[in-house]
């Protein structure tokens, strides 16, 4: 018997990707079989897997969670869902590629191993002069997969692509999703309803490229593409579930049925926030003259610090500018803080 159908025959019994993934976590040897009810499973490589059901299918949907290892509510969900179609309790009417983005991360529990992925997409794991690492191979090698998925999907279809994480900090909107840049196209309403179908009413639109992996299937293959953010950083285990059920119930209706009807779309149903300004580390003495326990979406009068990089003071400059993703830890050159204000919605919407 070879490796690989030992690997096949235990992950076609329990169904368990997540652990087999985690036991081999930079490289798995590719393989596929066929499920009972006809869905082909296709395992690119460790955290990559890949099911096309038999029937027709108009969906090309990729769910990615682990793109940071210790965000560890997506990856139950998502652990979930892969346990239920591969033991043929879920029957899908839609092509899904899952990933997990880092199994090593996963295993250390932290963010990332050497550097954060999130920061590695569109082309920027590979630089002149910056020496290859693991997560730089894995980002290249993940574009490489969602390529290939989308392109075997065809043209015609619809992409879309939620890329699945928990934020470090509580959240005054506990659970809300980035609407990566689209270089003026409109804005979906149709995704706006799914997402708040999935329990987010809270959207942070983009207004400028980004090094993240929705920014890249959006830019580079048109999908639908978000970075949604549910809850707060949690080991294993501690994750109250419940706060995901209408998530997990959203995901459940995308794959498997031909066709979901969204709740009518209402712009008062949302919380919309434009990105202000994106406020980089560039000095080792970096800080935050609020504590740790601020959360984000905090506003902030006009006037007041918000961060300081050296000799550079970083003051609100509009009433009420709030604070996302403040991290004072990030590498030189990278995002410390986002800050947003309320958007009203203008007629760039369809
Ligand atoms: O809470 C935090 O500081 C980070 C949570 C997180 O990982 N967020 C993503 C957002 C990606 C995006 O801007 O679309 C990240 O920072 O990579
Ligand atoms: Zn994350």
């Known amino acids: 018997m070879t490796a690989n159908s ?20 930079w490289h798995l040897a ?20 890949e099911f096309q059901p038999k029937c027709a299918t108009t969906i090309d ?19 979930e869902l892969i346990k239920r179609i591969i033991l043929g309790d879920l ?40 020496k290859m690492n693991n997560e730089r191979t894995r980002a290249a090698k993940l574009e490489q997969y969602v390529s290939d998925f989308y392109q075997r999907g065809g043209q015609q279809r619809e992409r879309c ?13 506990d659970k809300f999703a980035v609407y990566p840049f689209l270089h003026g196209k409109p804005w979906k309403k149709s995704q706006l309803q799914f997402l708040l ?33 549910l809850g707060q950083v949690k080991p294993f285990g501690e994750n109250d579930m419940s706060r995901f059920a209408k998530t997990k119930a959203t995901l459940i209706a995308l794959i498997s049925q031909k066709e979901v009807i969204y709740k009518e779309f209402d712009a008062s149903d949302f919380e919309l926030f434009a990105v202000h300004r994106s406020i980089n580390r560039t000095e080792h003495d970096f800080s935050f003259p609020f504590s740790d326990d601020a959360e984000n979406f905090t506003g902030f009068s006009k006037g007041d610090l918000l961060a300081t990089d050296g000799q550079t003071c970083y003051y609100a400059d509009v009433e009420g500018e709030a604070i996302i993703f403040p991290n004072a830890d990030v590498a030189l050159g990278q995002r410390a803080l986002l800050t947003v204000i309320p958007l009203q919605l203008t007629d760039n919407i369809i």
Do not use: W
């Open 6 to 25: 030992e690997y096949l025959n235990e992950l076609q019994q329990q169904g368990d990707f997540l652990t087999l993934s985690r036991n081999n976590e």
């Open 30 to 49: 590719p393989s596929a079989f066929t499920l009972s009810n006809g869905t082909t499973v296709t395992i690119h490589d460790t955290g990559v897997i």
């Open 61 to 79: 949907v990729v769910l990615s969670s682990a793109i940071h290892g210790n965000e560890t509510a997506p990856i139950e969900i998502c652990d």
């Open 91 to 130: 029957q899908l009417a839609q092509r899904v590629l899952f990933i997990f983005g880092n199994p090593q991360s996963i295993n250390i529990d932290k963010r990332f191993v050497e550097e954060n992925l999130n920061r590695l997409f569109n082309g920027h794991h590979t630089v002149e002069g910056v």
């Open 161 to 173: 692509h939620y890329d699945l994480h928990t934020a470090i900090r509580g959240s005054k909107n």
């Open 197 to 229: 179908s999935c329990g987010v009413n809270t959207v942070l639109m983009m207004k400028s490229p980004a090094t993240t992996f929705s920014y890249y299937s959006s830019f580079v293959h048109g999908a639908d593409s978000f970075t949604v953010e």
